[in-house]
């Protein structure tokens, strides 16, 4: 899960949470959970599950975020161009 932080940041970013939220929603100081962003604590899988439930989404799409937006792009072509 390294730089996992990264791709959190850049979901909340996308959703427009701000980190004071976020840490208040998951029983944290906005310290810690910018710890988190900044990947400089490790995060262990309940952590991620609960990130996950905030951002409503599988924590597998947080771990390969990138993965999963080039999947996302990619389907999102194809239905707003079909073959003929």
Known sequence: ??????????IRVLLDIKQ??????LN?????YGKIERNQIHI???RLRQI?????MDPLCIVD???FI???KTSGRK???PAT
């Open 1 to 10: 899960m390294e730089h996992i932080g990264d791709n959190i940041r850049k």
């Open 52 to 56: 996950a439930g905030v951002f409503e």
């Open 28 to 32: 944290l100081s906005v310290n810690s």
């Open 44 to 46: 262990k899988p309940e």
């Open 70 to 72: 080039e999947q996302w």
């Open 20 to 25: 004071a939220i976020m840490a208040k929603m």
């Open 79 to 81: 239905q707003d161009h």
């Open 65 to 67: 975020f990138d993965k």
